[in-house]
């Protein structure tokens, strides 16, 4: 075990740098001169000239990238072009926001998802499990936005219960602005794991293990946990790790429609200042979550299924 | 012959003197989307106590169903038509689920038929033969040297190491020990054996079949085993039982039935039985046609399309089961005396 989570670890660590190498290269690809971008149509050549020699783009794209790796093991990523401020500092005050965010989001899911899926398929081909399946697929289908502005409308501005926007203060009014945003977020995901959880439920329902459990008089509710759902949970435990990515991205609509801070809000207000470093930084601190993510994802698998911590 | 006589021949069969199970007239049926599937149909048989009754017959005919029947792990679509399985005072075939808890893993105990699958692939062989005595009143750690106990009466070498490990850690043939240990562990009076040995190669299988033949005569239980492996069934077995088409239709002793064989089907087992053929032949005999169709079984004897041997009573009257020998009964009109007469 120990020694496929290093392996595991490592192959991480390389993925992060993969991504930051792509990411800077991405920004010399893209048309423009960074320099340019940030001071603005009318500036002059001269002072083109000072940022792009201050932002150390007049050196070659190696040692650039070389020179990035050095900043972003010191932690340094750069100023943010307005303040001067750390962009790290700036992400970091951000970041908790969007962290409690997405895990109350993915504790909706794992929570209602298993539920409702284990239950469909306990109770499968009757009529609650053909109404959780309709409920499954709309919820699929709706987007986050859509979910959060409808929320909004209905628990917010109609029957008043939940606040609106912002992220509150202290712990009990934190909560209260966390349910509706995390619900949003998190109710498309109700449906995926549910839908998930259900279908390999099924599959390891039919397995001989299963039948063995029961020529020996376990209970059933024995069986259900210790073996069909430790295996049957697996797949959803993947979903929700690559998932991570997409609630992300989720978050950036639904903290700017809930008016919440938070990463996502950041990359917004920065894309739409042209705020390159802080959009940078953002992007770069996200990779590095979504494959933390995937790897908790992957270690959570082998911590439960014996069989995958032989192979990588 | 006095018809008299007849009738009371007609109901013999090779009894023991206090079977433990006996199915009296049981008929399974399946809901398929294409029609009623009539699986079993009147089964009527005994598994003696403390002796080992072998099963036999091709695919599909009826001879799993019947062993799943009797621990009550029949598929979702499959009813009890008629009929009961009389064990100790209880019929089987009408037990509710509760009750059936309470038999399976105290008095029946079940090895299934691919070991590979058959053990909770993330578990370990310990926790899973610890998780099976959860209802004795004694300690985890007793429990654990029970299982260790176990695991070397099954001859599986350090057994004591072999409980941290996982299934997929071990081999076909070591994994079906530990099924046999599990199934002896819970000191069963019945023990179902669903075609153990199909899954693993023939040297694993000798031993396998020793192995059991051993252990059933250090416990003393009774063991119902399936197979369509006929070396198995003479290797192993007491009394046999030839299936065909959801019916028995030959029941007996095993060297009777072995050495006599008196229902046709039975004997072009026989005359395919690669063991048993003694020239060389480039292609192996089978018995020609198919099972007929279980939706709607045949009027007359089951067998008759694909027998050799049918005449004109075959199409018109379903065969009884006719006494063929000191203990043997055969479900065909050639047994009956009134034929010899003719």
């Given at each position: 075990m120990i020694f496929y989570a290093t392996q595991r670890f490592v192959l991480s660590v390389v993925i992060v740098m993969v991504a930051v190498s792509i990411l800077t290269l991405m920004l010399h690809v893209v048309p423009g001169d960074p320099a340019v971008m940030i001071l603005g149509p009318r500036a002059t050549p001269e002072l083109i000239e000072q940022t792009r020699v201050a932002m150390g783009l007049d050196q070659p794209l190696p040692v650039q990238i070389v020179t990035f790796f050095g900043n972003i093991l010191r932690g340094d990523l750069g100023q943010d072009v307005f303040t001067g401020r750390a962009v790290s500092q700036i992400v970091f005050e951000q970041l908790p926001y969007t962290l409690i965010l997405i895990t109350v989001s993915i504790l909706w899911a794992a929570v209602l998802g298993i539920a409702l899926g284990c239950y469909s398929a306990l109770r499968r081909n009757t009529w609650l499990d053909t109404l959780t399946g309709v409920i499954s697929v709309g919820t699929i289908s709706i987007p986050a936005f859509v979910m959060a502005l409808y929320s909004v409308l209905v628990f917010?501005?109609?029957?008043?219960?939940?606040?609106?926007i912002g992220a509150g203060e202290g712990f009990w009014d934190g909560v209260t602005h966390l349910i509706l945003p995390s619900f949003a977020i998190g109710v498309s995901w109700v449906g995926y794991v549910a839908r998930i959880v259900r279908a390999s439920m099924l599959e390891v329902m039919g397995q001989p293990h299963v039948r063995m459990a029961r020529a020996y008089g376990l209970p059933d509710g024995w069986i259900t946990r210790s073996h069909i759902l430790k295996i049957a949970v697996q797949p959803a435990v993947t979903l929700i790790g690559t998932g991570v990515a997409h609630l992300f991205s989720a978050a950036v609509f639904v903290e700017v429609i809930f008016a919440r801070p938070g990463i996502g809000a950041l990359i917004v207000q920065a894309v739409n200042e042209r705020n390159y470093p802080i959009v940078l930084g953002a992007v770069l601190v996200t990779t590095g979550i979504i494959v933390l993510a995937t790897l908790i994802s992957d270690l959570v698998i082998a911590w439960i299924d014996p069989r995958q911590r032989e192979e990588l | 012959m006095a018809s008299a006589a007849v009738s009371h021949r007609t109901a013999e069969a090779p009894q023991t003197a206090d079977p433990l199970v006996s199915v009296e007239g049981l008929s399974v049926d399946f809901a398929t989307p294409r029609g009623t599937i009539?699986?079993?149909?009147d089964i009527s048989l005994e598994v003696p106590k403390g002796k080992v009754l072998g099963l036999v017959g091709e695919s599909g005919c009826g001879k799993s169903t019947l062993a799943y029947s009797m621990i009550g792990l029949l598929a979702e679509n499959a009813r009890v038509a008629g009929g009961a399985i009389r064990m100790g005072g209880q019929d089987l075939a009408h037990l509710k689920p509760k009750a059936w808890r309470d038999l399976r893993g105290t008095r029946i105990a079940m090895i299934f038929q691919d070991p590979m699958t058959s053990l909770n692939p993330v578990t370990t062989i310990g926790k899973q033969m610890i998780d099976i005595q959860y209802r004795e009143p004694i300690s985890r750690s007793e429990k654990r040297a029970r299982a260790i106990e176990f695991l070397e009466q099954v001859q599986l070498p350090d057994a004591a190491a072999k409980l941290d490990v996982y299934p997929h850690q071990l081999s076909g043939g070591m994994r079906q020990r530990v099924c046999i240990a599990m199934a002896l562990l819970t000191r069963p009076d019945l023990l179902i054996a669903d075609e153990p040995t199909t899954a693993l190669d023939a040297t694993l299988e000798l031993q396998i079949v020793t192995l059991l033949r051993e252990l059933q005569e250090t416990f003393g239980c009774s063991v119902l085993f399936v197979s369509h492996h006929l070396g198995t069934v003479a290797e192993l077995c007491d009394e046999v039982a030839v299936m065909y088409a959801g019916e028995v239709v030959e029941r007996g002793h095993v060297r009777e039935v072995f050495h006599a064989p008196r229902h046709p089907y039975t004997q072009a087992l026989f005359d395919c039985d690669p063991a048993r053929i003694r020239q060389a032949t480039r292609q192996l005999p089978t018995i020609p046609g198919t099972l007929p169709d279980l939706r709607q079984p045949p009027a007359g004897c089951a067998f008759r399309a694909r027998?050799?041997?049918?005449?004109?009573r075959c199409a018109a009257e379903h065969p009884p089961l006719h006494a063929a020998g000191p203990g043997q009964v055969a479900r065909c009109h050639l047994n009956d005396p009134a034929e010899d007469v003719a």
């Amino acid at each position: 075990m120990i020694f496929y989570a290093t392996q595991r670890f490592v192959l991480s660590v390389v993925i992060v740098m993969v991504a930051v190498s792509i990411l800077t290269l991405m920004l010399h690809v893209v048309p423009g001169d960074p320099a340019v971008m940030i001071l603005g149509p009318r500036a002059t050549p001269e002072l083109i000239e000072q940022t792009r020699v201050a932002m150390g783009l007049d050196q070659p794209l190696p040692v650039q990238i070389v020179t990035f790796f050095g900043n972003i093991l010191r932690g340094d990523l750069g100023q943010d072009v307005f303040t001067g401020r750390a962009v790290s500092q700036i992400v970091f005050e951000q970041l908790p926001y969007t962290l409690i965010l997405i895990t109350v989001s993915i504790l909706w899911a794992a929570v209602l998802g298993i539920a409702l899926g284990c239950y469909s398929a306990l109770r499968r081909n009757t009529w609650l499990d053909t109404l959780t399946g309709v409920i499954s697929v709309g919820t699929i289908s709706i987007p986050a936005f859509v979910m959060a502005l409808y929320s909004v409308l209905v628990f917010a501005v109609w029957l008043r219960w939940l606040p609106a926007i912002g992220a509150g203060e202290g712990f009990w009014d934190g909560v209260t602005h966390l349910i509706l945003p995390s619900f949003a977020i998190g109710v498309s995901w109700v449906g995926y794991v549910a839908r998930i959880v259900r279908a390999s439920m099924l599959e390891v329902m039919g397995q001989p293990h299963v039948r063995m459990a029961r020529a020996y008089g376990l209970p059933d509710g024995w069986i259900t946990r210790s073996h069909i759902l430790k295996i049957a949970v697996q797949p959803a435990v993947t979903l929700i790790g690559t998932g991570v990515a997409h609630l992300f991205s989720a978050a950036v609509f639904v903290e700017v429609i809930f008016a919440r801070p938070g990463i996502g809000a950041l990359i917004v207000q920065a894309v739409n200042e042209r705020n390159y470093p802080i959009v940078l930084g953002a992007v770069l601190v996200t990779t590095g979550i979504i494959v933390l993510a995937t790897l908790i994802s992957d270690l959570v698998i082998a911590w439960i299924d014996p069989r995958q911590r032989e192979e990588l | 012959m006095a018809s008299a006589a007849v009738s009371h021949r007609t109901a013999e069969a090779p009894q023991t003197a206090d079977p433990l199970v006996s199915v009296e007239g049981l008929s399974v049926d399946f809901a398929t989307p294409r029609g009623t599937i009539h699986a079993l149909r009147d089964i009527s048989l005994e598994v003696p106590k403390g002796k080992v009754l072998g099963l036999v017959g091709e695919s599909g005919c009826g001879k799993s169903t019947l062993a799943y029947s009797m621990i009550g792990l029949l598929a979702e679509n499959a009813r009890v038509a008629g009929g009961a399985i009389r064990m100790g005072g209880q019929d089987l075939a009408h037990l509710k689920p509760k009750a059936w808890r309470d038999l399976r893993g105290t008095r029946i105990a079940m090895i299934f038929q691919d070991p590979m699958t058959s053990l909770n692939p993330v578990t370990t062989i310990g926790k899973q033969m610890i998780d099976i005595q959860y209802r004795e009143p004694i300690s985890r750690s007793e429990k654990r040297a029970r299982a260790i106990e176990f695991l070397e009466q099954v001859q599986l070498p350090d057994a004591a190491a072999k409980l941290d490990v996982y299934p997929h850690q071990l081999s076909g043939g070591m994994r079906q020990r530990v099924c046999i240990a599990m199934a002896l562990l819970t000191r069963p009076d019945l023990l179902i054996a669903d075609e153990p040995t199909t899954a693993l190669d023939a040297t694993l299988e000798l031993q396998i079949v020793t192995l059991l033949r051993e252990l059933q005569e250090t416990f003393g239980c009774s063991v119902l085993f399936v197979s369509h492996h006929l070396g198995t069934v003479a290797e192993l077995c007491d009394e046999v039982a030839v299936m065909y088409a959801g019916e028995v239709v030959e029941r007996g002793h095993v060297r009777e039935v072995f050495h006599a064989p008196r229902h046709p089907y039975t004997q072009a087992l026989f005359d395919c039985d690669p063991a048993r053929i003694r020239q060389a032949t480039r292609q192996l005999p089978t018995i020609p046609g198919t099972l007929p169709d279980l939706r709607q079984p045949p009027a007359g004897c089951a067998f008759r399309a694909r027998c050799s041997k049918a005449f004109g009573r075959c199409a018109a009257e379903h065969p009884p089961l006719h006494a063929a020998g000191p203990g043997q009964v055969a479900r065909c009109h050639l047994n009956d005396p009134a034929e010899d007469v003719a």
